[in-house]
Every structure is written in C-alpha cells, then in structure tokens.
Nanobody, 114 residues
C-alpha cells in the first residue's frame, strides 16, 4: 500500500515563501509521475504543478514563475517551493503520485494572511 505524507504547510504572510514536502512509502517511485494539487474552501481541487519521471514539469498558470516543483527519486520525495505567496494561494495542498493508479496524501494546510 502506497502512503504519502505531506509536510511544510502553515501560516505565512503575503509575499512570503513556503516549501512543501511529500514523502512516499514503498519503492519504484522513480517511474511515477508526481505532483501537487490544492483545494480552497468552497472550490474544486485543482492542479498546481506536476513532474514526470523524467523531470518534465507542468504548472497552473496562476503559479507559473512563483512555484517550483522538484523531486528526489533516491529519497522518494517530491517538493513544492512556493514564493511570493498571496491570499489566493490559501488552500489545502495535496501530494499525488500516479502511474496506472493514483495515490493521494492527506493534505497540508497553507494559509496566507497578514
């Protein structure tokens, strides 16, 4: 059973930065796609950023140039560096890994507020 555990969320002031981490249990994740999604109150879950097994990245337009996704296959980790955060980035952030089947983490809350 694959398990994903996110960390790094919290309260940050507008303009600040946070780095989210997601640790995946098991092995073989180097061939998996990995990524981050978020869900704000009253809204649907949306894609934030993804990274393929070969390192190709994809970002939502709303975070391009501010957020950066990376992975460490040796550690079964995926990261999301978030810069220039604004109140619109407030949401629960979820880690996802997938190949044929998808797996989700439990989410970590990010709140951007002064």
């Amino acid at each position: 059973q694959v398990q994903l555990v996110e960390s790094g969320g919290g309260l940050v002031q507008p303009g600040g930065s946070l780095r989210l981490s997601c640790a995946a249990s098991g092995s073989g994740f180097s061939i998996y796609n990995m990524g981050w999604y978020r869900q704000a109150p009253g809204k649907q879950r949306e894609l934030v950023a993804t990274i393929t097994s070969r390192g190709a990245t994809n970002y939502a337009d709303s975070v391009k140039g501010r957020f950066f996704v990376s992975r460490d296959n040796a550690k079964n980790m995926v990261y999301l560096q978030m810069n220039s955060l604004g109140p619109e980035d407030t949401a629960v952030y979820y880690c996802k890994v997938w190949l044929v089947k998808s797996y989700w983490g439990q989410g970590t809350q990010v709140t951007v507020s002064s």
